[in-house]
């Protein structure tokens, strides 16, 4: 199972570190992912990174989101800059062995946080 903290609220502007870590094991030798979940919307990609801690971003984010392997905490963490009043959304974190051209698709990750609370303000 994976655990996922660090929402809460925010001002527009300002900044949110998400931490995603393992409550058994390592997150080694997975591809972990961030995604976020709009009210009645489907789960979408945000960042990835990779085995070899290659990364990937989703348009929406690319620039403002940063996703990095903590090797010390066997965590992966979101840091996520520059937040505007449409990033509000449950943010997820998940892992699984989907090939880089496939970061993006929900049905290939095994397991998944419980979802973290990002709200931010105007």
């Known amino acids: 199972q994976l655990q996922a903290c660090g929402g809460g609220l925010v001002q527009a502007g300002g900044s949110l570190r998400l931490s995603c870590a393992a409550s058994?094991?390592?997150?080694?030798?997975?591809?972990i992912s961030w995604f976020r979940q709009f009210p009645g919307q489907e789960r979408a990609f945000l960042a990835g990174?990779?085995?070899?801690?290659?990364?990937k971003y989703a348009d929406s984010v690319k620039g403002r989101f940063t996703i990095s392997r903590d090797g010390l905490k066997s965590a992966v963490v979101l840091q996520m800059n520059s937040l505007k009043p449409e990033d509000t959304a449950v943010y997820y974190c998940?892992?699984?062995?989907?090939?880089?051209?496939?970061?993006?698709?929900?049905?290939?990750?095994?397991?998944w946080g419980q979802g973290t609370q990002v709200t931010v303000s105007s």
């Open positions: 998940a892992a699984g062995r989907p090939v880089y051209s496939a970061y993006d698709q929900t049905t290939l990750y095994y397991y």
């Open positions: 990174t990779g085995t070899g801690r290659s990364t």
């Open positions: 058994e094991g390592t997150l080694s030798g997975y591809v």
